[in-house]
Structure formats: C-alpha cells, structure tokens
C-alpha cells in the first residue's frame, strides 16, 4: 500500500519560514516526479512546484523566489522550503508522487499566515 505522510504545516507570521515534508511508504522515491499543490477552501487547487526524478526542478510564479523544493531518495523524503511566508499562502498543502500510470497524493497539511 502506497502512503505519503505530509508534515511540518503550521500557523507562521508573514515574513516567516517553515520546511514541510513528505515521506513515502509502498514506492521508491527515485523513478518518481515529484509536486507539491495547496488549496484553499473556496479556490481552485493550485499547482506550485515540481522536482523531476532527475531533479530538475520548476515553480509556479506565485512562489518562484521564495518557496524551494527538494528531494532525498536515500530517505524516501521530498521537502518545500518556504520563506517570506505571505498571508496569500495560507492553504492546506498536498504532496503529490508521479511514474507513468502511477499518481499518489498526501492527505495534506494546513499551513496558516497571519499574525
């Protein structure tokens, strides 16, 4: 069975940092192309950053500049930095994991700015 476990999700003030995580279990990180999305309630979801199994990375331009995702295949891990937090951030973030067929999503993580 297939599970990602996203973590690390919080309330922040703006201008703040926060690192969120996501492990998986069932499948091996490596083949695999990596994204994380975040919705919030009321909005379309939103794509925000890929990291390609050959660690080729992409952002969306809401993020681009202040959000940083990588991964660790060793530990089956994929993180998203994220610094100079907006209110506009706040959403509850899913990690996604993707290899031909296969499409695996996170149960999410709530990330709240406000002050």
């Known amino acids: 069975q297939v599970q990602l476990v996203e973590s690390g999700g919080g309330l922040v003030q703006p201008g703040g940092s926060l690192t969120l995580s996501c492990a998986a279990s069932g499948i091996s990180y490596s083949r695999y192309h990596l994204e994380w999305y975040r919705q919030d309630p009321g909005k379309q979801r939103e794509w925000i950053t890929l990291i390609t199994s050959g660690g080729n990375t992409y952002y969306s331009d809401s993020v681009k500049g202040r959000f940083t995702i990588s991964r660790d295949n060793a530990k089956n891990t994929m993180y998203l930095q994220m610094t100079n937090l907006k209110p506009e951030d706040t959403a509850v973030y899913y990690c996604?994991?993707?290899?031909?067929?296969?499409?695996?999503w996170g149960q999410g993580t709530q990330v709240t700015v406000s002050s």
């Open positions: 996604t994991a993707s290899y031909l067929e296969q499409y695996y």
